[in-house]
């Protein structure tokens, strides 16, 4: 056990790793269906919502009471929980095996946590170190075996499908709905194309466009009307969740583009095509260059298996890294300054 000193001057005990305890549910077509609120299914933990999945962290006094649920929930103690959580940062449970985005999420979803009340004051302080030596882990695990992995990420495979859908050679006209996590990850990859961003939120669109100006030395431009960038844009990449886009149905977005004759690539990156297929088919649309989740998981199938040796290290590391951690090891990761502001 660890005595940590915190700003108030309180000594607090972390929590043993006995004590910590993750609860996951991933996003079947049954649990999409319920259209489930995750944050209030466990109040006070510590909640991440991604397109595949729904996760808590949280100690063992936080106990799971749906009941309707439990078919559904996988829950992870101790060691086990935190080798789970090492193999979600790392990208090892995604279905594009060793993909970036979901680590980026994770912080994001952590450093709001700290933001907002939602997470208990309890539960803030017990699982905070946890989420410090789960970050330090993670970098250190994809610097080691992943780092190079090739084609691990939505934006690699994103562009192959864009430069496939191509009729011409000549520069193409690429409109991202959505700048959150999924967009800022996805763009940066589009740099031979002429960029349309579209969000709902007028600043995070640009913080993006800067990002993308000042980190990657590529120009996009906002735009304001999302019908008439519809009917601009050669391909659609939407990176925001199925019915997320306001005033617009998902169908309705679809229509837009198909109307205006473009030959392109519609990539939806928030559903599957599961979700999507009945209602197309019920308004009678022929799903022209439509590609959905599903279809992006079959393209990185399709690339073949060359990188499992890497993919079973970075496996192993993560279960050593978890029994190091349950046996209190001290492990000292350099770790950059985003890290450590996550947790001031």
């Known amino acids: 056990m660890t005595i940590r000193l915190l700003d108030s001057g309180i000594l607090h005990l972390d929590m043993r790793i006995e004590s910590l305890q993750v609860f996951h549910l991933r996003k079947t077509s049954d649990i999409r269906r319920m259209n489930l609120v995750g944050a209030d299914l466990l109040p006070g933990a510590f909640f991440l919502d991604s397109c595949q999945r729904m996760l808590w962290v949280a100690s063992n006094d936080f106990a799971w009471n749906r009941v309707d649920l439990e078919p559904y929930l996988e829950i992870f103690s101790g060691e086990k929980a935190f080798q789970f959580l090492l193999r979600i940062a790392t990208g090892l449970e995604s279905q594009i095996i060793g993909e970036t985005d979901i680590f980026g999420q994770l912080k994001q979803a952590w450093k709001e946590s700290l933001a907002n009340s939602k997470m208990t004051q309890a539960c803030r302080e017990e699982v905070s170190p946890w989420i410090?030596?789960?970050?330090?882990?993670?970098?250190?695990?994809?610097?080691?075996?992943?780092?190079?992995?090739?084609?691990?990420?939505?934006?690699?495979?994103?562009?192959k499908l864009i430069r496939d859908g191509s009729?011409?050679?000549?520069?193409?006209?690429?409109?991202?709905?959505?700048?959150?996590?999924?967009?800022?990850?996805?763009?940066?990859?589009?740099?031979?194309?002429?960029?349309?961003?579209?969000?709902?939120?007028?600043?995070?669109?640009?913080?993006?466009?800067?990002?993308?100006?000042?980190?990657?030395?590529?120009?996009?431009?906002?735009?304001?009307?999302?019908?008439?960038?519809?009917?601009?844009?050669?391909?659609?990449?939407?990176?925001?969740?199925?019915?997320?886009?306001?005033?617009?149905?998902?169908?309705?977005?679809?229509?837009?583009?198909?109307?205006?004759?473009?030959?392109?690539?519609?990539?939806?990156?928030?559903?599957?095509?599961?979700?999507?297929?009945?209602?197309?088919?019920?308004?009678?649309?022929?799903?022209?260059?439509?590609?959905?989740?599903?279809?992006?998981?079959?393209?990185?199938?399709?690339?073949?298996?060359?990188?499992?040796?890497?993919?079973?290290?970075?496996?192993?590391?993560?279960?050593?890294?978890?029994?190091?951690?349950?046996?209190?090891?001290?492990?000292?990761?350099?770790?950059?300054?985003?890290?450590?502001?996550?947790f001031a």
Request: some cysteine; aromatic content about 6%; proline content about 1%.
């Open 167 to 342: 009729r011409t050679s000549d520069r193409q006209t690429v409109l991202v709905i959505g700048a959150g996590q999924l967009g800022a990850s996805v763009a940066p990859f589009l740099g031979d194309s002429q960029i349309l961003l579209w969000n709902r939120s007028e600043e995070k669109t640009f913080e993006l466009k800067t990002e993308l100006a000042t980190r990657f030395e590529i120009r996009a431009e906002i735009v304001a009307d999302l019908k008439a960038a519809l009917a601009q844009a050669d391909h659609i990449i939407v990176c925001i969740p199925v019915g997320g886009t306001a005033g617009m149905s998902d169908l309705e977005l679809y229509q837009t583009w198909a109307s205006g004759g473009k030959r392109g690539v519609y990539l939806h990156l928030g559903g599957t095509r599961e979700q999507f297929l009945d209602e197309m088919t019920a308004h009678n649309n022929s799903e022209r260059g439509f590609v959905a989740l599903d279809d992006v998981f079959e393209l990185q199938r399709s690339q073949g298996d060359v990188r499992s040796l890497q993919i079973g290290r970075a496996r192993s590391a993560c279960q050593e890294r978890a029994i190091l951690r349950a046996l209190g090891s001290s492990i000292s990761i350099p770790h950059g300054w985003e890290d450590l502001a996550a």
């Open 132 to 159: 410090q030596r789960l970050f330090e882990d993670t970098k250190e695990i994809r610097s080691r075996y992943l780092e190079h992995l090739g084609g691990s990420s939505y934006g690699t495979l994103a562009r």
